[in-house]
């Protein structure tokens, strides 16, 4: 598996904006996965396509 395709869980600070693979600073799209417990909000970089799980749920 691609380490890009891998989801990184990662803590809030001040702003998420820049991606930390690749440095893409204009911020992410979002997707909705399907979990137990709800769906998972997921970022994707629109740049390089890596994913980040910044832990909201709905
Ligand atoms: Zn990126």
């Given at each position: 598996?691609?380490?890009?395709?891998?989801?990184?869980?990662?803590?809030?600070?001040?702003?998420?904006?820049?991606?930390?693979?690749?440095?893409?600073?204009?911020?992410?799209?979002?997707?909705f996965l399907r979990a137990?417990?709800?769906y998972r909000?997921?970022?994707?970089?629109?740049?390089?396509?890596?994913?980040?799980?910044?832990?909201?749920?709905?």
């Open positions: 598996m691609k380490a890009s395709r891998d989801i990184v869980k990662v803590g809030l600070a001040e702003e998420f904006r820049i991606c930390p693979q690749c440095g893409y600073e204009l911020g992410f799209h979002s997707s137990v417990e709800g909000i997921i970022l994707i970089c629109p740049e390089c396509g890596a994913r980040y799980d910044v832990g909201w749920r709905m």
